[in-house]
């Protein structure tokens, strides 16, 4: 989460995650923490992926949702 105290010290407005912190495979408490501190640092989320399948695309749409992410990068 230093990554996003980083950010939020450099005043920019969003964080990318892909491939390098496959999101999904977060524990639903540290998605949940993850989000927290993005907000608390005035940071929006920006979810993408690589494995254009119908499962991943499900699992991504869902989490950009939660996210409040405005799309999925593949």
């Not at 999904?24 to 993850?34: I, S």
């Not at 608390?40 to 399948?53: A, D, F, P």
């Amino acid at each position: 989460f230093d990554l996003l105290d980083r950010a939020g010290a450099l005043a920019v407005d969003a964080v990318q995650f892909g491939d390098n912190l496959p999101l999904h495979t977060l524990p639903p408490d540290a998605w949940q923490r993850l989000r927290d501190v993005a907000g608390q640092n005035g940071l929006k989320i920006e979810v993408g992926t690589s494995r254009l399948v119908a499962e991943q695309v499900e699992r991504y749409v869902r989490l950009a949702a939660e996210a409040r992410s405005p799309f999925v990068r593949f």
